[in-house]
């Protein structure tokens, strides 16, 4: 079945793309002796996984626990829900150990770690202490005294299994270039390490330490010490990837598929049907390259740039792109196919229920998503 | 059932709000003597379509084919789909039809009224154009030429019935206050009523007229010669309707219900289990009100705003809540539960499967939601 045929708008994913990427994510990490564990809130997706987790254990992180119980579901069961838990969550998380997942939970708090300590679901939760190594959104500096009394807390509860610590060097999205990227990677190893040896130190066990985020997997220098990274956009890359050099531009495994629906000339724009909700409202490429809007326009067969055409405005279901050369209008006429560029290709990908898979123009496949919470 | 009972983040709709807002609508528009046609892009759920449309025909309007769908098989024939079609798009709207939808389709090019006209379902689309009244977002200019020539072509063909003029005033979401809004729509009536009168002096049918947005809606003073208007996002309202004076702020009928899952005391911040997907990447409100960032934190049972407290940076699953004052902390221990209202309640609502729907803090229903296309 050809690309052509699908109705509009569409989450289209390059199967030789994905499946390259994945390849050699998984090559770079065997040749640092570090295990992957994969991040699935971006495919959210079992046949992606199997792609991301190929060579390596099958372990993987996820972002919800409705994602840990579809992995679950589809043969994945070492999974580390890497969001910090609360009380309230566990019953669900002892849930899908009780139906056997190997689950590892995430705290950063005395509060926490209290409850799970209290629990009583006739389980022992595997937990790891969540490490800020500079990203500046959750997680305890390595260097606070709260580190050890978590590990105390977790380590004295017949209810808990001090695991270890994790940590995301989220700030490599912010970091400026390789180098940028290069510093930001030898922080979070930094960071990481140092809680392990601070937990070791104080007679606790530390036998998983955790980092990871797509740059920094791709560009560390190093990951000694550390077990296991958790990269994740890297199985489908995006503008915003491609912007900070983590990535080339044919690493750029998905796309939305859209129709040209209007040719408003009297405003000197094309209007499509790939909106707010197809392209998401995420313009983070747009940091360091303004000129992409909601997305870049390619064409649909050959993935060729359409010179600087972009999704300047979106309504709900509207895609406004600005047209400076009238021949634009001839190059895509009403009813012909784009292909859009997301900036965020997690945050995208979460308005569709599924992806296309193409080789070239032809539809190979389609692959499940799991939505929602 | 109580609401602290939800798993996190889930979207909560307070029935007593959204029956007022849409009682509200009805009576006004009854009043104006012009039908309601909801648009249902913002709730895209049949519950609330049945408060929608109650006191008026049961006309709708939909953005996407799938909501159609959804809608014909929850009892609605009567539907417009308020996006310009393309020929690729006719053979699933004459499949709505011949599943008995009296669907109504939309165009602004003779590239596509040629299609229509050429269409061979064995059915009869029935047709109207779209005008730009100012919007700049698709649309003919009420002046132009165009106007006459594709209302001559769907005139002509047995495929096609030429049922009038549609336009919507989105840009009254930009307008600066009341007043502005009452300007916007005096524009969208204007540029209607123009192009109506100019089809109906070329000879041409003409029966609807057919406006609206929900600031126009509720702000605007004559309607005469408006068939129906077709606002959306009133049935729950938002912070940015809010921002732009459409609706008080007990009129918002939408909020998330989130967690505090981390107290980030070294770097100053409350970090809550909804992020971008929970609830979007919208920041439309921050035009106005730059101190709402993603979202306004409430009370998650009295609805009482939480002082200057908001989402000023989202991740996936993270939502960072800047604290200044460290009393927050206590207000908001690890576990607690907040209310967020969001930006936009129509992308918002897009990353949800159902309503939560409450009456107070008693959750009293849930109703199902259409995503996708």
New interface residues.
Partial sequence: MDLHSL????LILDRSIVTRNTERMSKRMRAHGVALRPHL?TAKSARVAKLATAGHSGAITV???AEAAYFLDHGFDDITYA???????LP?AAALIARGADLKILT??V??AK?IAASDHGIRFKVLIEV?CGD??????AD?PELIEIGRILNESEHAELLGVLTHG?HSYLADGVDGIKRTAKEERDAVLLAASRLREAGLPCPVVSAGSTPTAVHGESYEGITEMRPGVFVFFDLDQLARNACAREDLALSVLA??????K??GQI?I?AG???L????SANAHWPQVGYGSLCDAETMAPLEDLHVA?V????G?IPVTDAAAYDRL???SKVRVLPNHA??TA????CYHVVEGTQIVDEWDRV???
């Fill in positions: 109705n509009t708008p569409a809130k972002s919800t626990l969001v910090g838990i609360v009380a309230g969550k669900q950063d708090n509060d926490t409850a800020d500046a959104r959750t997680g305890l500096l606070s989220g129709t040209v629906i209007g040719h408003n009297h405003i209007v049907d707010a909700l197809a998401s409202k995420d313009i405005k309504s709900q279901e509207h406004v006429p009403i009813g997690c945050i979460a308005g569709y229920s939505n929602g919470w």
